[in-house]
Protein backbone atom coordinates (compact mmCIF):
# COMPACT_ATOMS: atom_id res chain seq x y z
CA UNK A 1 0.00 0.00 0.00
CA UNK A 2 1.25 3.29 -0.66
CA UNK A 3 2.26 4.93 2.75
CA UNK A 4 0.88 8.32 2.19
CA UNK A 5 -2.95 7.32 0.92
CA UNK A 6 -3.34 4.92 3.99
CA UNK A 7 -5.19 7.56 6.13
CA UNK A 8 -6.56 9.43 3.20
CA UNK A 9 -8.75 6.37 1.84
CA UNK A 10 -12.79 7.17 2.57
CA UNK A 11 -13.11 3.71 4.41
CA UNK A 12 -10.82 1.72 6.45
CA UNK A 13 -11.51 -1.97 5.18
CA UNK A 14 -9.53 -5.18 5.86
CA UNK A 15 -6.99 -6.42 6.93
CA UNK A 16 -7.75 -5.95 10.49
CA UNK A 17 -5.06 -3.89 11.69
CA UNK A 18 -2.65 -4.31 15.16
CA UNK A 19 -1.67 -0.92 16.92
CA UNK A 20 2.17 -1.57 16.24
CA UNK A 21 1.18 -2.01 12.57
CA UNK A 22 -1.15 1.75 12.79
CA UNK A 23 1.43 2.73 15.01
CA UNK A 24 4.05 2.20 11.91
CA UNK A 25 1.74 3.22 9.32
CA UNK A 26 0.76 6.78 10.65
CA UNK A 27 4.39 7.70 11.77
CA UNK A 28 5.19 7.54 8.08
CA UNK A 29 2.16 9.45 7.20
CA UNK A 30 2.89 12.18 10.27
CA UNK A 31 6.64 12.57 8.58
CA UNK A 32 4.58 13.30 4.94
CA UNK A 33 3.08 16.17 6.97
CA UNK A 34 5.89 17.19 8.92
CA UNK A 35 4.86 16.50 12.05
CA UNK A 36 7.83 16.49 15.02
CA UNK A 37 8.16 13.30 16.69
CA UNK A 38 5.93 11.34 14.33
CA UNK A 39 5.95 7.93 16.10
CA UNK A 40 5.50 8.96 19.20
CA UNK A 41 2.08 11.46 18.69
CA UNK A 42 1.02 8.47 16.37
CA UNK A 43 1.19 6.30 19.77
CA UNK A 44 -0.27 9.02 22.29
CA UNK A 45 -2.88 9.77 20.15
CA UNK A 46 -4.01 5.56 19.76
CA UNK A 47 -3.14 5.29 23.64
CA UNK A 48 -5.51 8.62 24.06
CA UNK A 49 -8.11 7.10 21.54
CA UNK A 50 -8.45 3.31 23.39
CA UNK A 51 -7.95 5.34 26.67
CA UNK A 52 -4.79 3.21 27.48
CA UNK A 53 -1.44 4.33 28.57
CA UNK A 54 1.68 4.24 25.67
CA UNK A 55 2.79 0.95 27.28
CA UNK A 56 -0.21 -1.05 26.82
CA UNK A 57 -0.02 -0.47 22.93
CA UNK A 58 2.92 -2.33 22.89
CA UNK A 59 1.57 -5.50 25.30
CA UNK A 60 -1.54 -5.57 23.02
CA UNK A 61 0.92 -5.54 19.79
CA UNK A 62 -0.91 -8.44 17.95
CA UNK A 63 -4.45 -7.52 18.70
CA UNK A 64 -6.23 -6.47 16.08
CA UNK A 65 -8.56 -3.04 16.63
CA UNK A 66 -12.31 -3.01 15.64
CA UNK A 67 -13.40 -0.88 12.94
CA UNK A 68 -14.51 1.26 14.94
CA UNK A 69 -11.41 1.93 16.39
CA UNK A 70 -9.77 2.14 13.25
CA UNK A 71 -12.70 4.98 12.57
CA UNK A 72 -12.04 7.03 15.59
CA UNK A 73 -8.18 6.67 15.34
CA UNK A 74 -8.32 8.23 11.47
CA UNK A 75 -10.36 11.34 12.86
CA UNK A 76 -7.77 11.93 15.03
CA UNK A 77 -4.90 11.21 12.64
CA UNK A 78 -6.44 13.41 10.40
CA UNK A 79 -6.79 16.10 12.90
CA UNK A 80 -3.31 16.01 13.38
CA UNK A 81 -2.16 15.77 10.23
CA UNK A 82 -3.73 19.62 9.42
CA UNK A 83 -2.20 21.04 12.56
CA UNK A 84 -4.16 20.75 15.16
CA UNK A 85 -1.57 19.95 18.34
CA UNK A 86 -1.57 16.83 19.95
CA UNK A 87 -2.25 18.33 23.52
CA UNK A 88 -6.02 19.59 22.26
CA UNK A 89 -6.70 16.76 20.61
CA UNK A 90 -6.14 15.04 23.90
CA UNK A 91 -7.31 18.21 26.13
CA UNK A 92 -4.60 17.40 28.08
CA UNK A 93 -0.66 18.10 28.41
CA UNK A 94 1.76 16.69 31.25
CA UNK A 95 3.68 19.23 32.59
CA UNK A 96 6.20 18.85 35.98
CA UNK A 97 4.90 15.25 35.66
CA UNK A 98 1.31 16.32 36.33
CA UNK A 99 -1.77 15.97 34.26
CA UNK A 100 -3.33 19.51 32.90
CA UNK A 101 -6.45 19.99 31.20
CA UNK A 102 -6.02 22.24 28.28
CA UNK A 103 -8.54 23.68 25.03
CA UNK A 104 -7.74 26.22 22.49
CA UNK A 105 -8.15 29.05 24.40
CA UNK A 106 -5.20 27.97 26.82
CA UNK A 107 -1.54 27.71 26.10
CA UNK A 108 -0.25 24.17 26.38
CA UNK A 109 2.46 24.39 28.81
CA UNK A 110 6.06 24.25 27.46
CA UNK A 111 8.78 22.00 28.77
CA UNK A 112 10.90 24.37 28.83
CA UNK A 113 8.97 26.66 31.33
CA UNK A 114 10.08 24.13 33.94
CA UNK A 115 13.43 26.15 34.52
CA UNK A 116 10.73 29.09 36.27
CA UNK A 117 9.32 26.41 37.90
CA UNK A 118 12.95 25.09 39.38
CA UNK A 119 14.07 28.69 39.83
CA UNK A 120 11.54 29.96 41.81
CA UNK A 121 12.01 27.34 43.97
CA UNK A 122 15.38 28.07 44.82
CA UNK A 123 13.85 31.43 46.38
CA UNK A 124 11.03 29.92 47.82
CA UNK A 125 11.60 29.05 51.70
CA UNK A 126 9.02 27.16 53.86
CA UNK A 127 6.45 29.14 54.13
CA UNK A 128 5.29 32.85 51.65
CA UNK A 129 2.86 33.64 49.21
CA UNK A 130 3.70 34.26 45.77
CA UNK A 131 1.48 35.78 42.75
CA UNK A 132 1.84 34.61 39.19
CA UNK A 133 0.83 36.81 36.27
CA UNK A 134 -0.72 35.49 33.19
CA UNK A 135 -1.73 31.59 35.17
CA UNK A 136 -3.00 29.90 31.56
CA UNK A 137 -3.61 26.17 32.57
CA UNK A 138 -2.46 26.54 36.10
CA UNK A 139 0.50 24.88 35.38
CA UNK A 140 3.02 26.72 37.39
CA UNK A 141 0.86 27.68 40.11
CA UNK A 142 -0.08 24.56 40.89
CA UNK A 143 3.67 22.73 40.20
CA UNK A 144 5.36 25.41 42.77
CA UNK A 145 2.35 24.83 45.14
CA UNK A 146 2.72 20.91 45.14
CA UNK A 147 6.53 21.34 45.65
CA UNK A 148 5.99 23.72 48.77
CA UNK A 149 3.27 22.95 51.25
CA UNK A 150 3.41 25.66 52.94
CA UNK A 151 2.78 28.34 50.29
CA UNK A 152 -0.27 30.31 49.51
CA UNK A 153 -0.44 31.34 45.79
CA UNK A 154 -2.39 34.16 43.82
CA UNK A 155 -2.89 34.04 40.29
CA UNK A 156 -4.19 36.52 37.63
CA UNK A 157 -5.43 35.53 33.88
CA UNK A 158 -6.61 38.03 31.61
CA UNK A 159 -8.76 35.20 29.37
CA UNK A 160 -11.99 34.06 30.66
CA UNK A 161 -11.63 30.30 29.26
CA UNK A 162 -7.84 30.42 30.64
CA UNK A 163 -9.43 31.13 34.05
CA UNK A 164 -12.33 28.46 33.85
CA UNK A 165 -9.56 25.79 32.43
CA UNK A 166 -7.04 26.74 35.49
CA UNK A 167 -9.74 26.53 38.20
CA UNK A 168 -10.25 23.16 36.81
CA UNK A 169 -6.37 22.25 37.06
CA UNK A 170 -6.24 23.66 40.53
CA UNK A 171 -8.58 22.22 42.14
CA UNK A 172 -8.16 18.70 40.31
CA UNK A 173 -5.11 18.71 42.02
CA UNK A 174 -6.04 19.43 45.71
CA UNK A 175 -4.64 22.98 45.96
CA UNK A 176 -8.00 25.16 45.45
CA UNK A 177 -7.85 25.89 49.18
CA UNK A 178 -4.43 27.35 48.91
CA UNK A 179 -5.28 29.54 45.78
CA UNK A 180 -7.13 32.81 44.69
CA UNK A 181 -7.69 33.30 40.65
CA UNK A 182 -8.22 36.62 40.23
CA UNK A 183 -10.07 37.73 36.38
CA UNK A 184 -8.16 40.87 35.25
CA UNK A 185 -5.10 42.87 33.89
CA UNK A 186 -1.39 42.23 35.17
CA UNK A 187 -1.69 43.82 38.95
CA UNK A 188 -4.89 45.35 38.78
CA UNK A 189 -6.78 42.79 40.92
CA UNK A 190 -4.02 42.37 43.31
CA UNK A 191 -3.82 46.37 44.14
CA UNK A 192 -2.60 46.64 47.60
CA UNK A 193 -1.41 43.14 48.43
CA UNK A 194 2.49 42.00 48.89
CA UNK A 195 4.16 38.67 47.67
CA UNK A 196 7.30 37.10 48.58
CA UNK A 197 7.65 36.31 44.72
CA UNK A 198 6.33 36.71 41.37
CA UNK A 199 6.46 34.45 38.16
CA UNK A 200 4.81 35.07 35.11
CA UNK A 201 5.42 33.58 31.28
CA UNK A 202 3.62 36.64 29.71
CA UNK A 203 2.82 36.86 25.68
CA UNK A 204 6.66 37.52 24.57
CA UNK A 205 6.15 37.27 20.99
CA UNK A 206 6.73 40.13 18.66
CA UNK A 207 3.02 40.61 16.95
CA UNK A 208 4.87 40.44 13.45
CA UNK A 209 6.31 37.78 14.09
CA UNK A 210 3.19 35.07 15.24
CA UNK A 211 1.93 34.43 11.66
CA UNK A 212 5.51 32.96 10.78
CA UNK A 213 5.51 31.09 13.64
CA UNK A 214 4.89 26.69 13.51
CA UNK A 215 1.44 26.32 12.19
CA UNK A 216 0.56 24.22 15.27
CA UNK A 217 0.84 27.83 17.52
CA UNK A 218 0.27 30.05 15.05
CA UNK A 219 -3.31 28.82 14.30
CA UNK A 220 -4.31 27.01 16.67
CA UNK A 221 -2.69 28.60 20.51
CA UNK A 222 -4.08 32.06 21.61
CA UNK A 223 -3.16 35.17 20.52
CA UNK A 224 -3.94 36.52 23.75
CA UNK A 225 -1.38 34.12 25.67
CA UNK A 226 1.42 34.80 22.35
CA UNK A 227 1.67 38.21 21.64
CA UNK A 228 3.74 40.39 23.65
CA UNK A 229 3.39 43.45 21.42
CA UNK A 230 5.68 45.52 18.60
CA UNK A 231 8.90 44.38 19.62
CA UNK A 232 7.31 41.56 22.07
CA UNK A 233 8.53 43.34 25.59
CA UNK A 234 5.21 45.54 26.12
CA UNK A 235 4.17 43.17 29.08
CA UNK A 236 7.25 42.17 30.36
CA UNK A 237 7.92 46.20 30.62
CA UNK A 238 4.47 46.51 32.67
CA UNK A 239 5.35 43.75 34.40
CA UNK A 240 9.15 45.65 35.34
CA UNK A 241 7.16 48.98 36.33
CA UNK A 242 4.60 47.80 38.13
CA UNK A 243 6.03 45.07 40.56
CA UNK A 244 7.58 47.13 43.33
CA UNK A 245 4.32 47.75 45.11
CA UNK A 246 3.78 43.99 45.56
CA UNK A 247 6.88 42.38 46.63
CA UNK A 248 8.21 42.64 49.79
CA UNK A 249 12.01 44.34 50.36
CA UNK A 250 14.39 41.24 49.50
CA UNK A 251 11.33 39.25 47.24
CA UNK A 252 11.91 38.20 43.23
CA UNK A 253 10.10 38.93 40.42
CA UNK A 254 10.69 35.80 37.73
CA UNK A 255 10.11 36.64 34.30
CA UNK A 256 10.18 34.09 30.98
CA UNK A 257 11.36 35.36 27.76
CA UNK A 258 12.16 34.53 24.26
CA UNK A 259 14.96 33.92 22.53
CA UNK A 260 17.41 37.41 22.20
CA UNK A 261 15.44 39.21 24.13
CA UNK A 262 17.97 38.52 27.18
CA UNK A 263 19.39 41.97 26.92
CA UNK A 264 16.57 44.02 26.56
CA UNK A 265 15.00 42.55 29.36
CA UNK A 266 17.76 43.42 31.77
CA UNK A 267 17.64 46.54 30.65
CA UNK A 268 13.81 46.86 31.19
CA UNK A 269 14.25 45.95 35.00
CA UNK A 270 17.55 47.79 35.61
CA UNK A 271 16.52 50.71 34.73
CA UNK A 272 13.16 51.09 37.06
CA UNK A 273 15.55 51.19 39.87
CA UNK A 274 13.46 48.94 41.83
CA UNK A 275 15.81 45.69 41.99
CA UNK A 276 19.55 45.08 44.03
CA UNK A 277 20.00 42.55 41.97
CA UNK A 278 19.33 41.56 38.18
CA UNK A 279 19.70 38.34 36.78
CA UNK A 280 19.50 36.26 33.96
CA UNK A 281 19.09 32.32 34.12
CA UNK A 282 19.54 29.91 31.26
CA UNK A 283 17.44 26.72 30.66
CA UNK A 284 18.70 23.05 29.31
CA UNK A 285 19.89 24.31 26.56
CA UNK A 286 22.41 26.81 27.14
CA UNK A 287 20.03 29.94 26.20
CA UNK A 288 19.26 32.82 28.97
CA UNK A 289 15.36 32.21 29.32
CA UNK A 290 14.62 33.46 32.48
CA UNK A 291 15.00 36.97 34.08
CA UNK A 292 15.58 36.99 38.61
CA UNK A 293 15.18 40.63 40.13
CA UNK A 294 15.64 41.31 43.67
CA UNK A 295 13.81 43.91 45.15
CA UNK A 296 15.38 46.23 47.20
C1 LIG B 1 2.50 32.58 27.61
S1 LIG B 1 0.96 32.28 28.39
C2 LIG B 1 1.50 31.43 29.86
C3 LIG B 1 0.46 30.55 30.47
C4 LIG B 1 0.97 29.67 31.62
N1 LIG B 1 1.43 30.47 32.72
C5 LIG B 1 2.09 28.77 31.13
O1 LIG B 1 3.25 29.05 31.40
O2 LIG B 1 1.78 27.76 30.46
C6 LIG B 1 0.55 33.89 28.97
C7 LIG B 1 -0.76 33.98 29.72
O3 LIG B 1 -0.94 35.35 30.16
C8 LIG B 1 -2.27 35.74 29.92
N2 LIG B 1 -2.26 37.20 29.77
C9 LIG B 1 -1.94 37.92 28.67
N3 LIG B 1 -2.01 39.23 28.92
C10 LIG B 1 -2.37 39.35 30.23
C11 LIG B 1 -2.61 40.47 31.08
N4 LIG B 1 -2.48 41.72 30.63
N5 LIG B 1 -2.98 40.24 32.37
C12 LIG B 1 -3.11 38.96 32.82
N6 LIG B 1 -2.91 37.86 32.06
C13 LIG B 1 -2.53 38.06 30.78
C14 LIG B 1 -2.68 34.98 28.68
O4 LIG B 1 -4.07 34.89 28.55
C15 LIG B 1 -1.99 33.65 28.91
O5 LIG B 1 -2.81 32.76 29.63
Sequence with gaps: MHRQSFWCTVMVEQPRYTPVELIRLTAEYFKTKNVDAPRLEAEVLLAHLLEVDRLRLYLDFDKPLTQD???????????????????????????????????????????????????????????????????????????????????RGAGVEISAEAEIVAARNIAKHGLGGRYELFSGNLYGPVVGRVFNVIVSNPPYIPSGEIEGLEREVS??????????????????????????????KGGHIMVEFGAGQGGAV???????????????????SGRDRILRARQS
Excluded at 84 to 104: G, N, Q
Excluded at 220 to 244: Q, S, W
Design 69 to 151: EVAGYRVLVRRRASGEPTAYICAKREFWSLEFEVCPGVLIPRPETEVLVERALEVMGETGEFLEVGVGSGAISTALMKERGGW
Design 266 to 284: KRIFEETNKFDQVELLRDY
Design 219 to 248: EHEPRLALDGGEDGLEIIRRLAEGAAPHLE
